[in-house]
């Protein structure tokens, strides 16, 4: 039977790998996909540097749109990155008829409303395995292994480069800027690193996830992002301390009143699955109502491990090909007909527990005044710690207050915060960080 012949877009950490994986395990990958499946057209800025890695075969260019138009090619894999020419590319692609593979997550919570419209009227299959978790397979799981479940809620830790950060500096206690450099040299950064220290590479992932564990449309916009550029050493050290650690989490989750949609750092206890998952592996955990609790863990980034998803996409597609376009698994798990308007709660309606610091005037009547107001506010402390703070003076003691409280609504924890700061003796912000139990 013929091959089926890709066009490759980019060619830099996962193109290459993708290249790499596909050259080194062909005679595998064509036994599972049942046909050759052959890279035969790349297109890249610096085409003299790409033709070192690809065979004299190969056709090489810098004009992707050549790429996306020619007639020969079936699928074209998208492995730029950025949302503007991608976008441009990706829709062109689907236009002239082409199956689509990208690992463009940017591109996909954006766009994809735009874009699995346009794939579905044409026909053709925009796969996005990689885009999720780097070599994990959660897409697949989440679409096709748990369509029994009504699913609840999925929390994960889902950007490589921040939990590298984090596991880094909490192990080795280097600093931010070093290990960030680390992770670059790595190939898990973005090009632009701050959506992965910001958290905006996260929610780009948690927003693909929500709508497909609930058949919601892509909403990245109405996300709730906070990354890790403002936590404080000493907070680590303190979570550290109470038993637990501080992690990046994406997490979405079913309520009666909406969806939550949210990524943060989190304190998640240190015996917990997720606190142990180091460096810049990633982990999914997803709760069905049937199955209960399933956790997916592996690598999520990086050359290789992303172009094992690639890859599997390439070879999902080309097992397709030959079904009717109804029959196909739907891009975002439930049928286009049957997606939910199902609202994403604001951060203010989320319930969680909290982790409260604050530095006081170490005098009678602090704690009862303050136990008093987060009680009028209905919060419920679960434990607290007193500790002296080094900066007190020979006229006034200072202490540091940490609360760890029960659950409570996000929005009455940022009112008694608000009253907390405005009391006469506090001497600091109040540093508020939610908690996790996943239970
Ligand atoms: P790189 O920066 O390593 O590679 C980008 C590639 O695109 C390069 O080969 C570059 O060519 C090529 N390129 C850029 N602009 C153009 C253009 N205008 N015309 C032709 N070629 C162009 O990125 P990554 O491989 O790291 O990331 C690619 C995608 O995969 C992104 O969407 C990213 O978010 C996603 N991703 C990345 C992961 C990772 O671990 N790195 C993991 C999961 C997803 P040249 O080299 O010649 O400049
Ligand atoms: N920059 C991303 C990360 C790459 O660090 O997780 C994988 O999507």
């Given at each position: 039977m013929e091959s089926i012949k890709v066009g490759l877009l980019g060619l830099g950490v996962v193109g290459g790998g993708t290249w790499k994986v596909l050259a080194r395990n062909a005679q595998e990958i064509a036994?599972?996909?049942?046909?050759?499946?052959?890279?035969?057209?790349?297109?890249?800025?610096?085409?003299?540097?790409?033709?070192?890695?690809?065979?004299?075969?190969?056709?090489?260019?810098?004009?992707?749109?050549?790429?996306?138009?020619?007639?020969?090619?079936?699928?074209?894999?998208?492995?730029?990155?950025?949302?503007?020419?991608?976008?441009?590319?990706?829709?062109?692609?689907?236009?002239?008829?082409?199956?689509?593979?990208?690992?463009?997550?940017?591109?996909?919570?954006?766009?994809?409303?735009?874009?699995?419209?346009?794939?579905?009227?044409?026909?053709?299959?925009?796969?996005?395995?990689?885009?999720?978790?780097?070599?994990?397979?959660?897409?697949?799981?989440?679409?096709?292994?748990?369509?029994?479940?009504?699913?609840?809620?999925?929390?994960?830790?889902?950007?490589?480069?921040?939990?590298?950060?984090?596991?880094?500096?909490?192990?080795?206690g280097l600093p931010f800027e070093t290990v960030l450099a680390q992770a670059q040299k790595l190939g898990y950064a973005e090009a632009d690193p701050t959506f992965d220290i910001e958290g905006?590479?996260?929610?780009?992932?948690?927003?693909?996830?929500?709508?497909?564990?609930?058949?919601?449309?892509?909403?990245?916009?109405?996300?709730?992002?906070?990354?890790?550029?403002?936590?404080?050493?000493?907070?680590?050290?303190?979570?550290?301390?109470?038993?637990?650690?501080?992690?990046?989490?994406?997490?979405?989750?079913?309520?009666?009143?909406?969806?939550?949609?949210?990524?943060?750092?989190?304190?998640?206890?240190s015996k917990s699955m997720l606190a142990n998952v180091e460096g810049a592996m990633n982990a999914v955990l997803v709760r069905g109502d049937a199955v209960g609790q399933t956790l997916y863990y592996g690598k999520g980034a990086g050359e290789e491990p992303t172009a094992s998803a690639v890859v599997a996409d390439l070879v999902d597609v080309t097992r397709l090909l030959t079904s009717d376009p109804e029959h196909r698994v739907p891009h975002l798990a439930f049928q286009p007909d049957a997606m939910a308007d199902t609202p994403i709660l604001s951060i203010d309606d989320v319930i969680t527990s909290y982790y409260l610091r604050l530095t006081v005037a170490d005098q009678p009547g602090v704690l009862a005044d303050l136990t008093r107001l987060l009680a009028?506010?209905?919060?419920?402390?679960?434990?607290?710690?007193?500790?002296?703070?080094?900066?007190?003076?020979?006229?006034?003691?200072?202490?540091?207050?940490?609360?760890?409280t029960h659950e409570a609504l996000e929005r009455n924890v940022n009112r008694a915060i608000s009253a907390i700061e405005a009391l006469p003796f506090v001497?600091?912000?109040?540093?508020?960080?939610?908690?996790?139990?996943?239970?």
């Amino acid at each position: 039977m013929e091959s089926i012949k890709v066009g490759l877009l980019g060619l830099g950490v996962v193109g290459g790998g993708t290249w790499k994986v596909l050259a080194r395990n062909a005679q595998e990958i064509a036994r599972r996909a049942g046909r050759n499946i052959e890279v035969t057209r790349v297109a890249v800025r610096d085409v003299a540097k790409a033709r070192k890695l690809l065979g004299a075969d190969v056709l090489v260019g810098a004009d992707p749109h050549a790429v996306v138009t020619d007639p020969s090619i079936d699928i074209v894999v998208e492995l730029i990155g950025g949302e503007t020419l991608a976008r441009e590319l990706v829709l062109e692609a689907i236009a002239h008829g082409k199956h689509v593979v990208t690992a463009n997550k940017a591109l996909l919570a954006k766009h994809g409303s735009e874009i699995f419209a346009a794939a579905s009227a044409r026909g053709v299959i925009v796969a996005f395995e990689a885009a999720v978790a780097g070599g994990i397979p959660i897409i697949k799981a989440m679409r096709e292994g748990l369509t029994a479940n009504r699913i609840e809620w999925v929390a994960g830790i889902i950007n490589g480069t921040t939990n590298f950060i984090l596991s880094e500096m909490r192990a080795r206690g280097l600093p931010f800027e070093t290990v960030l450099a680390q992770a670059q040299k790595l190939g898990y950064a973005e090009a632009d690193p701050t959506f992965d220290i910001e958290g905006v590479d996260a929610a780009h992932k948690l927003t693909l996830l929500a709508s497909l564990a609930f058949g919601i449309p892509v909403q990245f916009d109405k996300a709730y992002i906070e990354g890790i550029s403002k936590l404080a050493a000493e907070d680590i050290k303190m979570a550290e301390r109470l038993g637990y650690r501080i992690k990046l989490l994406g997490i979405t989750k079913r309520r009666p009143e909406g969806i939550e949609l949210r990524v943060h750092p989190a304190l998640v206890p240190s015996k917990s699955m997720l606190a142990n998952v180091e460096g810049a592996m990633n982990a999914v955990l997803v709760r069905g109502d049937a199955v209960g609790q399933t956790l997916y863990y592996g690598k999520g980034a990086g050359e290789e491990p992303t172009a094992s998803a690639v890859v599997a996409d390439l070879v999902d597609v080309t097992r397709l090909l030959t079904s009717d376009p109804e029959h196909r698994v739907p891009h975002l798990a439930f049928q286009p007909d049957a997606m939910a308007d199902t609202p994403i709660l604001s951060i203010d309606d989320v319930i969680t527990s909290y982790y409260l610091r604050l530095t006081v005037a170490d005098q009678p009547g602090v704690l009862a005044d303050l136990t008093r107001l987060l009680a009028d506010a209905g919060i419920s402390i679960g434990s607290m710690i007193q500790q002296p703070n080094e900066s007190g003076t020979a006229s006034e003691n200072m202490a540091d207050l940490i609360f760890l409280t029960h659950e409570a609504l996000e929005r009455n924890v940022n009112r008694a915060i608000s009253a907390i700061e405005a009391l006469p003796f506090v001497r600091s912000s109040v540093t508020r960080l939610r908690m996790e139990s996943l239970s």
